[in-house]
């Protein structure tokens, strides 16, 4: 299973933006269909954002589309989620997750993950 480390996480203020960044190692990073979850205080962990192993299709979450993008870099073993007019309910820890997988279908479910980052904290503001 590929290793996954996030990174961008922080404090900022409702209407602004942060990226988010996740790079994997000791396993094939093209393999892996690559998410985006978020857990605020309380609350299940929820899917955000997922993106094909090419890159070519992504989903996300109807509380995030049109202000959230993900992407990926498969030479440099990283996906991205650049999170623009953020709300403070977006605040949360996000968890980058990744499903080795040659198919198309992009799962929703946590439990279709095997492999994930161990977090980073988003605080929006009011």
């Known amino acids: 299973q590929v290793q996954l480390v996030e990174s961008g996480g922080g404090l900022v203020q409702a209407g602004g933006s942060l990226r988010l960044s996740c790079t994997g190692s000791g396993d094939t990073f093209s393999l892996y269909i690559m998410s985006w979850f978020r857990q605020a205080p309380g609350k299940e962990r929820e899917f955000v954002a997922a993106?094909?192993?090419?890159?070519?299709?992504?989903v996300y979450a109807d509380s995030v589309k049109g202000r959230f993008t993900i992407s990926r870099d498969n030479a440099e073993s990283t996906v991205t989620l650049q999170m623009d007019n953020l709300k403070p309910e977006d605040t949360a820890v996000y968890y980058c997750a990744g499903r080795r997988s040659t198919v198309g279908i992009i799962p929703r479910s946590a439990h279709d993950f095997g492999s994930w980052g161990q977090g980073t904290q988003v605080t929006v503001s009011s």
């Open positions: 993106i094909t192993v090419n890159g070519a299709r992504s």
